[in-house]
């Protein structure tokens, strides 16, 4: 009972939250919270903070709460990533490849002039 106590108001000095006067209540009644309970008082208490942490509560908020956003939300962003991936891929193999590709073949160079010889000929 002293390590509950003990624990109470660790918790109460901690937090003031309403598990701490639930904490109390089940002490003055003589009801001892299971081991479950104490673990939770054990709990460090976290408030919302920084802009990782608000982006995170906005994605919840619109993407994650329903599963038809969540699975759109993955598709459109396999594609766009898979789009933006193969462009920057693309860009790197042409630079890499500059003038040993098909589409860089400068084909005027070995354009056939025609000859004279075979036009006589025909006639």
């Known amino acids: 009972r002293a390590q509950i106590s003990a624990m109470n108001t660790a918790l109460r000095l901690r937090t003031g939250s309403a598990l701490a006067r639930s904490v109390s209540r089940m002490t003055a009644q003589g009801t001892v919270p299971t081991a479950g309970a104490q673990i939770a008082l054990r709990a460090p208490v976290r408030s919302a903070s920084g802009p990782a942490q608000s982006f995170l509560q906005a994605m919840d908020k619109t993407v994650f709460r329903r599963n038809a956003t969540y699975i759109t939300y993955i598709v459109l962003g396999a594609i766009t990533l ?10 790197v193999w042409e630079h890499l490849n500059q003038g040993r590709l098909y589409h860089h073949i400068d084909w005027s160079v070995f354009r056939a002039e025609e000859d004279e010889d075979e036009d006589e000929d025909d006639e």
């Open 82 to 91: 898979e789009a933006a991936y193969g462009g920057i891929t693309d860009a």
